[in-house]
């Protein structure tokens, strides 16, 4: 599908939806799978792209989180092990099994980690990857060479999940779009609507890139807008008290020289009590994560000098090579919806389990929550919203529905495996001619043809979707992101009819965006 056809299906339809879902993220297209799945007429609306928020700015692990064992929060590792395992099976193109390494520097590491990764083990039951167990020093220095050698005393090998964040998000929209449901982006919901009763009757929203004004009906409306929940919850209840706390956290990228091989870092216990992680991505090395408390949400947060400064002065601590700023070829930020305990606490110990609440007027909130854990999430949340909506209770299926491209046995290190099944039609458009086999830049593992690709069939409209979220060039080099941004306006301007002006508007909106994935 693509934005044309989501717009046509919303003009057409005048009826009640039976569940409208606010936010295009993990959580909300996980919603819209699940209400799609049920079969219930749904319509999801983004004010921006999908996963322009936190869900394309995650560490990219499907994971039970070792933290949060260290933080006895037994069960939400549990679920999040559960998820993992349904994830592998239903999107086995996208996700991979990640090994990771937690190096012993110090005499009771390798103890301490080798029992907790064997209760991690446990946790994930039929469902688990492989077993832990404890490494050699010369084993762990085989498989990460770039590990600090001095004082290391050897480590513990434990499994997890990997994935590209805002490819799964496309492919959620695909599969909730696939079950009969409509997504549309760059739709922004600016007020409730509420009948006689007082119970919400639907939404007002407006196309962000004609202008046009949408009054749309609905039995029941799920907010799953993530940082920006509190200002749905306001639009319901203009008193109501802000429940979500943001937390940046950042990452850096580096090139894969300074995390050769197959195996990621995992430190679980800094100096100053953070997790960090170098975990090998699209043939780089993704190093992170910060939490630092921010008060406002932002769409397109920006990293802190002291954040960088953070990582970097880690990664020197555990890699031989002492990466500097001008080793980052890119850096990310992103806010985590943390809901906030009545008790104030660190954001680091606020939970990551998930929050549903429902609104006198029937508006019903998801926050919180981690991407591994989406779908349990929407399972939750949409059993609630049907009852909202007052429609016939269906069970959701979505424990094995299939996620749009599913396709096993993928070659992970090729660059067209993310798109699963959907590699077929990218290479028909390869054939339509030449230039669509042509590299986009020298330093990206991408061709015109996924770009034509993305714009005709994956809602793409900027240069910003098609750098950032469709191919991720962005993140994994900015300079050269930045040097291709007019080819890619060509290429959009070519398939949406557009002029020249058009296209220096366009990268000129990207660059102003992009220098901040820059560190000088
Ligand atoms: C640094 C970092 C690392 C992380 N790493 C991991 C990890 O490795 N594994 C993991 O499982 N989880 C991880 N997470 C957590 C995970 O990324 C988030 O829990 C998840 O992405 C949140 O998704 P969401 O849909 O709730 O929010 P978002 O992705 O932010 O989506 C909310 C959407 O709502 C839209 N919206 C807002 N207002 C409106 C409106 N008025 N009208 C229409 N649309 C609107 C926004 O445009 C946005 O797209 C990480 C988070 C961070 C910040």
Redesign the pocket.
Known sequence: MNRTESLNHLREYNDYWDILI?????????CAVDSANRGYKTLL???????????????????G?VRYLQQGDVSLVIE?LHERGLLIQNAPHLVSHQSFIVPSYEWWNGPFYGIGMKVYDALAGKLGIKKSKTLSKEEVLEKIPTLEPEGLRGGVIYYDGQFD?SRL?INLAQTAADLGATPVNY????ELIKGDSGFIDGVV?RDHIHGEEFTIKARAVVN??????D??LK?DDQKHENIIQC?????LVLDKEFLPGDAAIMVPHTDDGRVL?AVPWHGKALV????TPIDK?A?EPIALDEEIDFILKHAKEYLTKDPTRKDVKSVF?????LVKPPESKSTSEIS?SHHIQISESGLVT?????????RK?AEDTIDRAAMVAGVEFKKTKTKNQRIHGWLKNVDKKDPLSVYGSDRVAIEKIMEENDSMKEELHPGLPYIKAEIVWAIRNEWAQTIEDLLSRRTRALLLDAEAAIEVAPKVAEILAEEFGEDKKWQKQEVKEFLELAKNYVIN
């Open positions: 606010i936010g295009g993220g993990a959580t909300g297209l996980g609306l983004d004010m921006a792209d999908f996963a322009k928020g936190t869900s394309s700015r995650s560490t990219k692990l499907v994971h989180g999040a964040d998000a739709m922004k919901v600016n929203a799953a807008t993530g940082i920006f929940s200002s749905i639009m937390a940046q956290g950042i990452h992680f992170g994560t910060t939490d949400p769409l930020a992103g806010l985590r919806p990551r998801i926050a919180g929550g981690k991407w591994t854990t989406y999430m």
